[in-house]
């Protein structure tokens, strides 16, 4: 989403590659993403998207690479 955003109106988001790495688990409770941009450019987004439980421990980690191409007519 935050992608989009970034993009709009001009261009549209596509992801290009994602990546995780969980490093705990949560069975109950509340789990939290907070996405941060790493790289607005003109043709490539890079966030990080840092998954957190209740006590602030980090569960996981996702980076995700997103091509802006132009929107079709």
């Known amino acids: 989403m935050s ?3 970034w ?3 001009e261009k549209i988001a596509v ?3 994602v990546n995780a ?3 705990r688990s ?3 409770g509340v789990v939290t993403a907070t996405c941060r941009a790493l790289n607005l450019g003109k043709s490539l987004t890079l966030h990080e ?3 957190t439980d209740e006590q ?3 569960l996981s980690t996702v980076r995700i690479t997103n091509f802006l191409k132009e929107r079709s007519a």
């Open 3 to 5: 992608a989009n955003v």
């Open 7 to 9: 993009a709009y109106p």
């Open 15 to 17: 992801g290009i590659e």
């Open 21 to 23: 790495s969980h490093t």
């Open 26 to 28: 949560a069975a109950s």
């Open 49 to 51: 998207i840092e998954i």
């Open 56 to 58: 602030g421990r980090r």
